[in-house]
């Protein structure tokens, strides 16, 4: 059974910084894309970062472009979003996510994880 558990949000000033982890288990992997997606309150989910099996693959929406970055540890079994310069937009649950596939695409995966809150507020 495929268990993804985030970590790291919290509450951040305009500007901070987050770093999100999410520890996999379950399924292999390093063998898988992985990516980010997020629900701000009373929004849909959106697609936030994808990122390849082996981590040399990258994608990032264009919103987050140069101040998120996605990476992964996969001796770690741990995916990870470092979030830079947040702004209050950035508001939101994020999720861990996978599709058990090995394509990095911009859309939202099946199966996520129970999420962690990043809220950006002075």
């Known amino acids: 059974e495929v268990q993804l558990v985030e970590s790291g949000g919290g509450l951040v000033q305009p500007g901070g910084s987050l770093r999100l982890s999410c520890a996999a288990s379950?399924?292999?992997?390093?063998?898988?894309?992985m990516s980010w997606v997020r629900q701000a309150p009373g929004k849909a989910l959106e697609w936030v970062s994808s990122?390849?099996?082996?981590?040399?693959?990258?994608r990032h929406r264009d919103s987050v472009k140069g101040r998120f970055t996605i990476s992964r540890d996969n001796a770690k079994n741990t995916l990870y979003l470092q979030l830079n310069n947040l702004v209050t937009e950035d508001t939101a649950m994020y999720f861990c996510?996978?599709?058990?596939?090995?394509?990095?695409?911009?859309?939202?995966?099946?199966?996520r994880g129970q999420g962690t809150q990043v809220t950006v507020s002075s």
């Open positions: 996510a996978t599709d058990l596939s090995t394509a990095v695409r911009a859309v939202v995966p099946g199966t």
């Open positions: 379950g399924f292999t992997f390093g063998s898988y894309s």
């Open positions: 990122i390849s099996s082996t981590g040399i693959f990258t």
